[in-house]
DNA sequence: AGCGCAGTTGCGACCTGATCGCAATAAGGT
DNA sequence: ACCTTATTGCGATCAGGTCGCAACTGCGCT
């Protein structure tokens, strides 16, 4: 399925329920395995993000011989569909989510704690960099670093 | 010199030459050491952000035995006085450069593109973040990811 | 109901970026 | 000059992720 899918057509954002992904992956010319099944599955009932060896835990509760390289290729699927994002919480592993439950994140350099942010906190940063200097940012992708306020006033 | 330095007592920001970082790293404990010289020589010299393996090639132009992993040891040293900071560009490796040289970076998911980012874009985000939520950006460690001009129209 | 093409999988090898243990070396205060 | 201790080069190792490949299997077609 990896190449065939037509290039990052943003389709599926809505998708909502396991069935519906896999009816879209199908429509892709992909295949319901039930590795993607599972996968999908542990996505929709997570209920935050999880990283790749995370996902690959859970999956593997279900269906044991599920290989985490299996995982990597079918999150990367699943993201090209629209379906799943993935993000950078400092520094560490990537973490995965629905794309309908996507937002960004500020992480304590110091004590590690992840703070989600809303996103209206960067509509402004947003338009001022689209207005000044062309450039559309996605405030999801990457963590900002900073310091919580405990450790702020503490150290 | 790795362990005897007080821990990020946020020296030395304001080392404005080779020899005046020298003598602060010296004031710590620390060596004067030809490979460290060098590659302050190079920081000071630097345009922009270098990663770890150019600062190493362009280090070995001078002083061709100088490991990697020397490097490493050596910014991470500098960083912990304050004179060095690095920064993470998106994928692939981090950035290093003069700690009085930071600021913040966009890069295009597409082509890659890289955007010196001017602090004053970041305040109102770094002042509302701060008033609703407790949290102390750094707006330079990670850049943000997005789309530039070209890419977004283009693409 | 079965066939067969092409998408998928498990596996291990491999890649990059970075860190670490160790024995040998050398800075620099005294 | 000396001796303590920071620093170095080197290779091994680590983490996170990607890839090549042969075996396997969905599922569209008949």
Same mark, same amino acid.
């Given at each position: 399925?990896?190449?065939?899918?037509?290039?990052?057509?943003?389709?599926?954002? +809505?998708?909502?329920? *396991?069935?519906?992904?896999?009816?879209?992956?199908?429509?892709?010319?992909?295949?319901?395995?039930?590795?993607?099944?599972?996968?999908?599955?542990?996505?929709?009932?997570?209920? +935050?993000? %999880?990283?790749?060896?995370?996902?690959?835990?859970?999956?593997?509760?279900?269906?044991?011989?599920?290989?985490?390289?299996?995982?990597?290729?079918? *999150?990367?699927?699943?993201?090209?569909?629209?379906?799943?994002?993935?993000? @950078? %919480? +400092? @520094?560490?592993?990537?973490?995965?989510?629905?794309?309908?439950?996507?937002?960004?994140?500020?992480?304590?350099?110091?004590?590690?704690?992840?703070?989600?942010?809303?996103?209206?906190?960067?509509?402004?940063?947003?338009?001022?960099?689209?207005?000044?200097?062309?450039?559309?940012?996605?405030?999801?992708?990457?963590?900002?670093?900073?310091?919580?306020?405990?450790?702020?006033?503490?150290?």
């Amino acid at each position: 399925m990896s190449k065939p899918l037509s290039p990052a057509a943003g389709a599926g954002q +809505g998708a909502s329920s *396991v069935d519906e992904v896999l009816r879209l992956v199908r429509a892709r010319g992909g295949r319901a395995t039930p590795s993607r099944r599972v996968l999908l599955e542990v996505l929709f009932e997570a209920d +935050g993000h %999880m990283t790749a060896e995370e996902l690959a835990e859970a999956v593997q509760a279900r269906a044991p011989d599920v290989h985490i390289s299996t995982i990597y290729r079918n *999150v990367e699927d699943l993201e090209r569909l629209g379906v799943v994002v993935h993000a @950078h %919480m +400092g @520094h560490g592993p990537a973490a995965y989510q629905l794309a309908t439950l996507a937002h960004g994140h500020f992480i304590c350099e110091v004590c590690g704690a992840t703070l989600e942010a809303p996103d209206e906190l960067f509509a402004d940063l947003a338009g001022t960099v689209k207005a000044k200097m062309g450039f559309t940012i996605d405030p999801h992708h990457f963590a900002m670093l900073g310091r919580c306020r405990a450790c702020e006033e503490g150290g």
